[in-house]
């Protein structure tokens, strides 16, 4: 029996008293691959952002837990030091603040101590060539002006900086060219063999699953769980389609 | 671009640590006549001088405090003492500086930052400078650098004279009238034409005694084809009694001359800052202003270019952070008075707390400054729910042949940023500090890194709410 990482047992969440999951239930285990689909508006980015602590969304029933340890009541941060991370769907612009600068801040909050410019100059520099990002962006505001591409890989940039064991994918492929994909798909990978990481990943797409082994999909309609399998039920719901769950 | 410079952790009480008062010479408090003459003779004016302060006594008494800005009522003038002269003689050497007033200068880090970084330093304590020093090299240029008594009295004596209170005159409002009357301290810089002085001259301002009023004059001329830039810092220690900094700046900028002005001002919490700041700039020269305003209970800060010469330019870069209990109104004055001339401005307020942050700008074209040019653009951003800002923009054009834009945004931080910083582990006081930093990032840019620490510094002070 595989060590139980994330555990979500019965969650509702709301946001501004309207209710957009109810009842969910999932497990992912230490090393596993996890896949949500569902049709837009499901509530799949909703269980990711609930998942990371957005105060936005409140849960109004049912537990999250990390490795055993309740964090339902944590701040994201809290949640980001346990070793949570989520890839955003839509990164946030941040003015002022080059990506260098908050890539060491994040590293320094979670470490809680200084790291060496040196160290930190390599590693980051080893992680831009396998996303093949121009390092000119280090110096650059976070995400200002990135093009959709390049906040995406922004966004592997820093998990793999990070080195969560437990990342959510947000459609970290969507609005993807064939080849972003593919770079962005070797950075995920990456982080599989080097971190030892898991990944729950929201996706309309097969591409960025082609070099990841799924353990499991879930499949959210409506804010409810309507079917779970194993990575076969990918294709299936790829060829069918959710009219039959509706 | 430039790397941004990493905050470390400082603590407010390197401003706060209030000095035992052993002033040699304290005047009476409030404002006569006979305050004004003791004074005077205190400092061994020239008569011309004592007889200026004197007709700027009458206009202080005739005019009226303005109505337009924050409240001053918590200012009674009858118990603000004018003058406290510390118990030193002004040195050029730290070492002959006394052991409580080199401490709080060592605190603030100033003899470090002119073994490292600065051409010439003047450090004023109360109502007198005990410090002034620049560099042999830089003398050698045939900079002047001194504190303006030795000025009133030496080889620049006429110099000063022809130059004193004629940017700012003391009928231009009620508080540069007070300053003419009871100034004391400051700086006065020469710099001959075509010198270029290539690291910067600071002056330091601290006020150190409580219910005081600072009140020091920056006189700065730098001649044609001159290059110079100066760095103002200011702070004193919290008290429960209200004290007032009436300072005023003139800055002459010659043909083809540049100056950049930059100040840190982190005033205590109980400090009414009424200071005037103004420029005179000839054909083609330059003025580049750049202002951090964090400190003080009340500001009326408009640091002023009047541009007079075709082809000069005016840049004004600033940042206004407005914490708990505190009303700064801020902003900056353009006069485009000739041909081709053109002026940019560029601010950041941020209030928290129930601050208030108001940005006010005036900028004048007048018929004479045909294809002038300018772009004014003001950014506020607020912390929370309880904190307020408003933007106050004006515009008198005169000419038809002008090019100028205005632009404002006010927002509040947003949420989203907040929660993006904190899923990578920043905690939401880091993450809005980093953001706030970021938001004010037009002003660290435009210092010296060792000031753009300081500011940084600052904003992470005031973002975790220590309110000293």
Request: glycine share 8%.
């Amino acid at each position: 029996m595989a060590d139980s990482l994330l555990k979500v047992e019965d969650l509702s969440v709301s946001v501004e008293d309207k209710e957009i999951l109810s009842s969910i239930s999932l497990e992912v285990n230490a090393g596993e691959t996890h896949v949500i689909m569902g049709p837009n508006g499901a509530g799949k980015s909703t269980l990711g952002l609930a998942i990371m602590g957005n105060p936005k969304y409140t849960v109004t029933k049912g537990k999250i837990s990390l490795e055993g340890e309740d964090i339902t009541e944590e701040p994201a941060n809290e949640r980001a030091k346990k070793g949570l991370f989520l890839s955003f769907q839509a990164p946030v612009e941040v003015p002022g603040i080059t990506l260098s600068e908050f890539l060491r801040n994040a590293l320094e909050q979670r470490g809680g101590k200084r790291i060496k410019f040196w160290d930190f100059k390599q590693e980051t520099e080893g992680n831009m060539g396998v996303l093949g990002m121009d390092e000119k962006y280090l110096q650059r505001d976070l995400n200002v002006g990135f093009s959709g591409g390049e906040k995406k890989k922004a966004e592997v940039l820093q998990l793999l900086m990070l080195k969560p064991k437990l990342a959510i994918l947000d459609e970290t492929d969507s609005g993807l060219d064939v080849d972003a994909v593919k770079t962005v798909s070797k950075g995920i990978s990456e982080y599989m063999d080097k971190c030892g990481g898991s990944l729950l990943i929201i996706t309309h797409n097969t591409r960025i699953l082609e070099s990841l082994n799924v353990d499991k999909t879930h499949v959210i309609v409506k804010g409810k769980m309507v079917e779970e399998g194993d990575g076969s039920l990918v294709k299936k719901i790829l060829d069918s389609g959710f009219a039959k769950y509706e | 671009m430039k790397e941004k410079t990493k905050v470390s952790d400082i603590d407010r009480n390197i401003y706060d640590i209030r000095d035992e008062e052993k002033d040699a010479y304290r005047i009476d408090e409030g404002l006569t006549k006979d305050i004004v003459e003791k004074l005077s003779k205190e400092k061994n004016d020239p008569d011309w001088m004592k007889e200026f302060r004197l007709k700027s006594l009458d206009i202080y008494n005739d005019l009226q405090v303005p109505e337009w800005g924050p409240s001053i009522e918590g200012l009674n003038m009858d118990e603000i003492v004018t003058y406290v002269r510390p118990n030193t003689k002004m040195s050029a050497k730290w070492s002959e500086v006394p052991d409580d007033i080199k401490n709080t200068f060592d605190r603030l880090g100033i003899p470090e930052a002119e073994r490292t970084s600065l051409a010439g330093v003047g450090a004023q304590y109360d109502s007198e400078l005990v410090y002034h020093n620049v560099r042999k090299e830089v003398e050698e240029q045939g900079v002047i650098y001194t504190d303006m008594e030795s000025a009133l009295t030496g080889p620049y004596a006429d110099m000063v004279k022809e130059h004193f209170m004629k940017l700012v005159p003391p009928t231009d409002h009620k508080f540069a009238a007070l300053h003419g009357a009871v100034w004391s301290g400051g700086s006065f810089v020469y710099v001959p034409p075509g010198v270029s002085v290539e690291i910067p001259l600071q002056s330091y301002f601290r006020l150190n005694a409580p219910g005081a009023g600072q009140f020091e004059h920056t006189l700065i001329i730098v001649d044609e084809g001159a290059d110079l830039h100066f760095i103002e810092g200011c702070s004193a220690p919290k008290y429960n009694v209200a004290n007032l900094h009436a300072g005023c700046v003139e800055l002459f900028v010659g043909k083809n001359a540049k100056l950049r002005y930059s100040t840190i001002e982190n005033w205590s919490k109980n400090m009414y800052n009424l200071n005037t700041k103004r420029a005179r700039v000839e054909e083609g020269g330059r003025i580049e202003w750049v202002s951090g305003s964090f400190g003080s209970h009340v500001s009326y800060l408009y640091p002023m270019s009047v541009l007079n010469g075709r082809g000069a330019r005016a840049e004004f870069t600033g940042v206004t952070f407005a914490g708990n209990d505190q009303n700064l109104d801020t902003g900056t004055k353009v006069i485009h008075n000739a041909e081709n001339t053109s002026s940019f401005v560029n601010t950041r307020s941020i209030s928290k707390d129930g601050g208030v942050s108001t940005f006010r700008s005036a900028v004048v074209i007048t018929e004479k400054a045909k294809n002038s040019k300018c772009a004014v653009s003001c950014e506020s951003l607020m912390v929370d729910n309880i904190s307020r800002s408003d933007t106050i923009p004006a515009m008198d054009i005169r000419t038809r042949y002008a090019d100028v834009g205005h632009e404002a945004k006010i927002g509040k931080i947003s949420d989203d940023a907040v929660f993006y910083l904190m899923s990578r582990g920043l905690s939401e006081e880091e993450a809005k500090a980093l953001i706030v930093s970021g938001f004010a990032d037009n002003v660290s840019k435009e210092l010296p890194v060792e000031y753009a620490v300081e500011m940084n510094n600052l904003i992470r002070l005031e973002m975790k709410g220590s309110i000293g």
